[in-house]
């Protein structure tokens, strides 16, 4: 009797060691409240679509997501919840971080911690070499950026170009891969307009006077996703940029598929770069599309923001099973990033081994109206497995230390 007794008791703590062992906690960091909130809710829902769509890719784990609301992009409030996710509730993985400020700010705690830190929507191109940890699931703005330069010179003919941009570190590297590329291959970039910060939306109005005085050919924006974005559309209409033959491009962040329906016919014939957009035609993405719309409504869709998130989930589930569940060993989980594939709703995509960095394809659009009346953003053309081009042309802060 006394032996059955410790048999069973000896069951029960392997079972419940076993239970143990099989959670994993990840750190989710978004703004949740705030200026971002509505940011924060695509990745909330891009995390959600993940777990609904593909559970089996986590088993036998299971994930506990624990939220932080870090929001603003002023890098404070995203700090100190990292430090709270690893210190208070200690998780063994984090991701999120909407704003770059915030991955920039939060980068020395999470070395300090030793945790995975998987990127799901900052775009500032040397984030990823800011912590030894710190992988991206999302772009850097030199994918879109570098891409578009060369795509504006040599498919849309331009020969002159303003660059304006929200003046932080994105679009400081927006400006710097789009000029950079745009003048190699013939184009010439003759004014450079900061408009404004990452916060509270400004008027654009002065700005966009001043580029439309310069007359360029095109006029290449960055703004954050969101309201920005919407404000930007708008501001080219009532100015009558269009009808004086000045075309915007931008990166995709300027026709965000939340916002693209509310800007009206002066977004039609916008020209933008991007790794997403919610016409994507494969599988892939008419399964997130669908399943999106049913769970939160036929006028709901993803966007680049909530796809990033996504692919953060799918990076996150393949590290968790390569290291049996012990993501917190970082070094195995790394390495086993360097054979990974997978097929998103944006397309093929990897890890650069060298850069913990994505590839992934580059769409170059335009925005049309269609026979549904709605607004879509059309393939015009494709660039295949492109790498962040700051980090393969090791330049400015992306340059090996």
Known sequence: ???????????????????????????????????????????????????????????????????????????????????????????????????????????????????????????????TTMSPYFVRTSFSMWHSGYALGEAAAKQLKAKTAVVGYSDFPPGKDSLAAFKRSFEANGGKVIDEIPMGGAGQVPDFTPFFQRAKDKKPDVFFVFVPAGDHSLAVVKTYGALGMKEAGIKLIGPGDITQDIKLQAMGDAAVGLI???????????????????????????????????????????????????????ITDTTAALASLKDWKYNSPRGPISIDPETRDIVMNEYLVEVVKGSDGKLHQKQIGKIEHVKDPCKAEKIGPCAPK
């Not at 680049?304 to 393949?318: E, I, K, R, S």
Request: charged share 20%.
């Open 1 to 127: 009797m006394f032996k059955r007794v410790l048999l069973a008791s000896a069951a029960l703590a392997l079972t419940t060691a076993l239970s143990q062992a099989q959670e994993v906690k990840i750190g989710l960091v978004a703004p949740f409240t705030g200026i971002g909130a509505e940011l924060g809710q695509q990745i909330d829902r891009g995390v959600e679509k993940y777990l609904k769509l593909r559970a089996d890719e986590f088993k036998p784990y299971k994930l506990n997501i624990i939220k932080r609301d870090d929001k603003d992009p002023s890098g404070a409030n995203s700090k100190i919840a990292v430090q709270e996710l690893i210190t208070q509730d200690n998780v063994d993985a984090l991701a999120g971080w909407i704003y770059s400020p915030n991955a920039i700010a939060s980068a020395p705690v999470v070395t300090a911690g030793k945790k995975i830190g998987v990127i799901m929507n900052a775009g500032t191109a040397h984030i």
């Open 272 to 326: 933008t770069m991007h790794h997403y957009n919610a016409d994507l035609d494969n599988a892939a993405n008419k399964a997130l599309v669908a399943s999106w719309k049913k769970d939160y409504g036929p006028d709901a869709t993803p966007d680049f923001v909530a796809v990033g998130a996504y692919d953060g989930m799918a990076a996150l589930a393949h590290m968790i099973k390569a290291t049996k569940g012990k």
